[in-house]
C-alpha cells in the first residue's frame, strides 16, 4: 500500500531515515525515472542517468546495503512486480545499473559487501553485470577469482567477464591482454558469444 501511495505522490527529497531511502530505492527500481514523454532520447537517458545518480549519491553505503539485502531474498522478482507496471521485464537490470553506480561512489564497501555475494550462482548473473556497468578501475580485480574458471561460467557471464576486463585495459594494457589471451586459449570454440566478445579486444588469431 505504502508503495502505490508513493507511486502517484512521489516527490524528489533528502531522505530522513533508512527506511524512507528503502521505499525511495524500490519505487525507482519498479517505476524508472520521471521524465517527460515529449523530451528526445538522448535528453531522456541523460535524465535517467542523472536520476541513478541522485538516487545512489545519497548514501552509497546503506544503497549496496539495501539493494544486497533486496536480491538476497529469493521472492523478490514476486514481491515487486506485484507493484511494477512497464518495468517488470527489467528489475534486474535496474538494480544492476544502481549497483554499478554505487561501485563507483563507494569502491570499498562494493568491495566488502558485493564482491563475495559473486559466489552465489543465483546472484552472480546479476552483480557481474553490475561489475560490468561501473567504470571502476577496480572491475578487473573484482571479477580476478573467474579467470581461471570462465567454462563453470554461462555465455552471458563469461562475455560480461571479458567485456570488463577488456574496457579496464586502457589502464592496464599489458595484463588485460595477458589475461583474454589465457581466457581465449581456455575457451572452447563453440563458445561463439564469448570468442566474439573477446575478439573485440584482442585482434583474431591468425590461421
Not at 507511486?7 to 525515472?33: A, C, M, V
Not at 554461462?154 to 560480461?160: I, L, P, Q, V, Y
Not at 567485456?163 to 572452447?188: D, F, M
Request: negative net charge; proline residues 5%; charged residues 25%.
Amino acid at each position: 500500500m505504502i508503495l502505490r501511495l508513493l507511486r502517484w505522490f512521489y516527490k524528489p527529497t533528502n531522505f530522513t531515515s533508512q527506511d524512507d531511502y528503502r521505499l525511495e530505492i524500490l519505487h525507482y527500481i519498479q517505476n524508472g525515472p520521471f521524465l517527460n514523454g515529449r523530451e528526445s532520447i538522448e535528453a531522456t537517458l541523460d535524465k535517467e542517468d542523472k536520476q541513478r545518480h541522485d538516487l545512489v549519491e545519497q548514501d552509497p553505503q546503506s544503497c549496496i546495503k539495501i539493494l544486497t539485502d533486496l536480491i538476497s531474498s529469493p521472492n523478490f522478482h514476486d514481491e515487486l512486480s506485484n507493484y511494477a507496471f512497464h518495468r517488470q521485464n527489467g528489475l534486474d537490470h535496474e538494480i544492476s545499473i544502481l549497483l554499478g553506480i554505487c561501485a563507483d561512489l563507494d569502491p570499498q564497501n562494493f568491495t566488502a559487501i558485493v564482491v563475495p555475494l559473486l559466489s552465489d550462482h543465483q546472484q552472480r548473473p546479476l552483480l557481474m553485470d553490475a561489475i560490468g556497468f561501473s567504470n571502476s578501475p577496480h572491475r578487473t580485480q573484482w571479477l580476478s577469482k573467474f579467470f581461471d574458471k570462465v567454462n563453470e561460467l554461462s555465455d552471458d557471464e563469461a562475455a560480461t567477464l571479458v567485456c570488463a576486463i577488456g574496457e579496464n585495459s586502457e589502464n592496464r594494457v599489458e595484463e588485460s591482454r595477458r589475461i583474454l589471451q589465457k581466457i581465449r586459449a581456455t575457451t572452447p570454440h563453440g563458445r561463439t558469444e564469448v570468442h566474439n566478445e573477446i575478439d573485440l579486444f584482442l585482434p583474431p588469431i591468425e590461421n
